[in-house]
């Protein structure tokens, strides 16, 4: 039976890992961390801090698209809620967070 499991675990291999590993696996712990930071939380905390600028620079005139793809005008602005004009006499009243972006001038017009 022994001879069974060593085909499949190398003794060799198992014996290596119990020694002195502990300054090994700190480095690689480090580094791991760097990579999420910089690939992952970082980038995230970017795109974050820009749609907080943009959503807190909105004001009332500004063409504006939502995460669910409605484009309209601002037609009033609070600090939770924005009404968006989305077509003659009609508005919508949408959280401020849900502004995906700021469209051109002109374009709630020509749509």
Not at 43 to 54: F, S, W
Not at 69 to 76: H, Y
């Amino acid at each position: 039976m022994q001879t069974i499991m060593d085909f499949f675990i190398s003794t060799a291999h198992a014996q290596g890992a119990q020694q002195g590993g502990g300054a090994s696996l700190f480095v690689m712990m480090f580094i791991m961390f760097g990579a999420f930071y910089f690939l992952l939380i970082r980038p995230q905390q970017k795109r974050q801090k820009a749609h907080t600028a943009l959503v807190s620079g909105i004001s009332t005139g500004d063409e504006v698209v939502t995460a669910g793809g409605i484009l309209g005008k601002v037609t009033a602005v609070s600090d939770l809620y924005a009404t968006l004009e989305i077509a003659d006499k009609v508005e919508i009243k949408i959280q401020k967070s849900t502004i995906s972006a700021v469209a051109p001038k002109g374009t709630f017009d020509q749509a």
